[in-house]
């Protein structure tokens, strides 16, 4: 952060403002937390190894039908940009 101060006597008042401002935005802390949705971490699951068997569990079997549906398209995308190049 980049503050303007002033060493003139009528700006005291606003610099000291501004120094006590930069301070406090200086000392927060902010952590990101990820977010994933569960079928994106189903698809990570696959790309990591994982058979359908492991990733797929109980009344599931949609979103693990909507999965191997995305891995086809995203795989039938590969080839036809390869057979581009």
């Given at each position: 952060?980049?503050?303007?101060v002033?060493?003139?006597?009528?700006n005291?008042?606003?610099?000291?403002n501004?120094?006590k401002?930069?301070n406090?935005?200086r000392?927060?802390?902010?952590k990101?937390i990820?977010?994933k949705?569960?079928?994106?971490?189903?698809i990570?699951?696959a790309?990591?190894?994982?058979?359908?068997?492991?990733?797929?569990s109980?009344?599931e079997?949609q979103d693990?039908d909507l999965?191997?549906?995305?891995?086809?398209?995203?795989?039938?995308?590969?080839?036809?940009?390869l057979?581009?190049?």
């Amino acid at each position: 952060m980049i503050a303007c101060v002033s060493h003139a006597d009528s700006n005291v008042e606003e610099t000291l403002n501004t120094l006590k401002y930069v301070n406090r935005a200086r000392n927060i802390k902010n952590k990101a937390i990820v977010e994933k949705d569960k079928l994106l971490l189903k698809i990570e699951s696959a790309q990591n190894g994982k058979s359908w068997d492991e990733i797929k569990s109980g009344n599931e079997q949609q979103d693990c039908d909507l999965m191997k549906s995305y891995v086809s398209k995203i795989q039938e995308l590969e080839e036809g940009q390869l057979l581009r190049l």
